[in-house]
């Protein structure tokens, strides 16, 4: 299994490129799962009052409500990314706005100084808002403290985007 992060600031394209990505991904005949990190405060899946809540309530962890559309698990705390990917099997699995330091990570970026900000010690390129208009193959962005990353337009060159992410993914093994 291959894994790659897309970070970035609210509204910089990461869900977009995502769509991309996993989209290009599944066209090549590649399996796919993704993780989407949720930064909102107290965001929670499960809701007070329903049984599913009550299950957990009473002492089960994890809670599984298995519908007939979906199943979720629920655990009764945060996960590590080696705890999350023990799950998946698919040829690669793309993460939104995870940032596990081991994990190359193609920034989308609003401004140069979004770089830095969200940086996890392996950003490998820079895409999103940021990236529009980049001329294909070659073009970089020179960012205060980073050696020219290169700049992929995944919007109009999707192709070239879903190429750099399979050539940079990381092997993973839970």
Request: proline fraction near 6%; glycine fraction near 10%; charge should be negative.
């Amino acid at each position: 299994m291959k894994v790659i992060a897309l970070i970035g600031f609210s509204g910089s394209g990461k869900t977009t490129l995502a769509e991309i990505l996993i989209a290009g991904l599944r066209a090549r005949d590649y399996t796919v799962g993704s993780v989407k990190r949720i930064h909102a405060e107290g965001f929670a899946l499960d809701t007070p009052g329903t049984n599913t809540a009550r299950h957990a309530r009473a002492g089960a962890a994890p809670v599984t409500a298995l519908g007939d559309f979906e199943t979720d698990i629920l655990f009764d705390r945060p996960l590590t990314i080696d705890e999350v990917l023990a799950h998946y099997d698919q040829d690669y699995v793309v993460l939104e706005g995870v940032r596990d330091p081991r994990i190359p990570a193609i920034v989308t970026a609003t401004h140069p100084g979004d770089i830095a900000a969200k940086d996890n010690g392996w950003v490998v390129a820079v895409a999103g808002r940021l990236a529009a208009g980049a001329a294909p193959g070659g073009a970089s962005i020179e960012a205060p403290g980073y050696q020219a990353l290169p700049l992929i337009d995944g919007l109009e060159r999707p192709e070239e985007f879903i190429d750099f992410a399979c050539a940079t993914a990381t092997s993973w093994q839970s």
